[in-house]
């Protein structure tokens, strides 16, 4: 067990549909980070929360966005879902600013139908 | 071109076999390399890091970074079917950033 917690494991919706995931960070960690993993694409870095604040951009589509709040949880949420939106969704954490030692969460698998 | 490639596999060898797994990458700018260990739906597990080149040792796992090269390994000793798992190269560095890139992931099949 990594210490990062990610909710919900499984969430099944339908396309035009808005979703939110939810992770909580290890105790301690500052930064919180977003990856999608799909198939074809691999894991690809969406976003970076330091301590409430945006950090980081990766390859975040518009419809999707993300927070971190004062107790260091974050939520990603993604709107106007995609068949090609269905993939696993990370988040991990650290201590630090830089990713060099981040610890993921077990993921929300997200299917859109 | 991916800035990290990683041969996806699979890989299949035998029960204590020396594995070895690599990576290759394109932007100097990295300067952390890391191993992640990713069970089928599970979260990647952070297996080794290393800064810069060199070699770090922990356990049945070595890895190894050649920045001239800009080419990483990570070998394992005495492979365990339990090893039996995706293999993810990472990297970042303060210029490149510092988000992780990952390489696609390796499968690897250890057979008892």
């Known amino acids: 067990d990594s210490g990062v917690t990610q909710t919900p494991k499984h969430l099944i919706t339908a396309t035009g549909q808005r979703v939110t995931l939810r992770c909580s960070p290890r105790s301690g960690d500052l930064s919180v980070y977003w990856y999608q993993q799909s198939l074809d694409q691999g894991l690809q870095f969406l976003i970076q929360y330091y301590n409430g604040e945006e950090r980081a951009k990766g390859n975040i589509l518009e419809r999707f966005s993300a927070q971190q709040f004062p107790d260091l949880h974050s939520e990603l949420n993604l709107s106007s879902l995609e068949l090609g939106d269905s993939a696993l969704y990370f988040c991990a954490s650290s201590v630090g600013g830089v990713s060099t030692e981040a610890f993921f969460g077990q993921g929300t698998r997200l299917t859109v139908v | 071109q991916k800035e990290v490639e990683q041969d996806p596999g699979p890989l299949s060898v035998p029960e204590g076999a020396i594995v070895s797994l690599n990576c290759t990458y394109s932007n100097s700018a990295f300067q952390y390399f890391m191993w992640y260990r990713q069970y089928s739906r599970k979260g990647p597990e952070l297996l080794m890091y290393?800064?810069?080149?060199g070699n770090k040792e922990d356990g049945r796992f070595t890895a190894q970074v050649d920045k001239s090269s800009k080419y990483i390994s990570l070998f394992i000793r005495d492979s365990q079917p339990s090893d039996s798992a995706t293999y993810l190269c990472?990297?970042?560095?303060?210029?490149?950033?510092?988000?992780?890139?990952f390489g696609g992931g390796t499968r690897l099949m250890v057979k008892p």
């Open positions: 290393t800064y810069s080149s």
């Open positions: 990472a990297m970042s560095g303060r210029n490149a950033g510092n988000m992780l890139t």
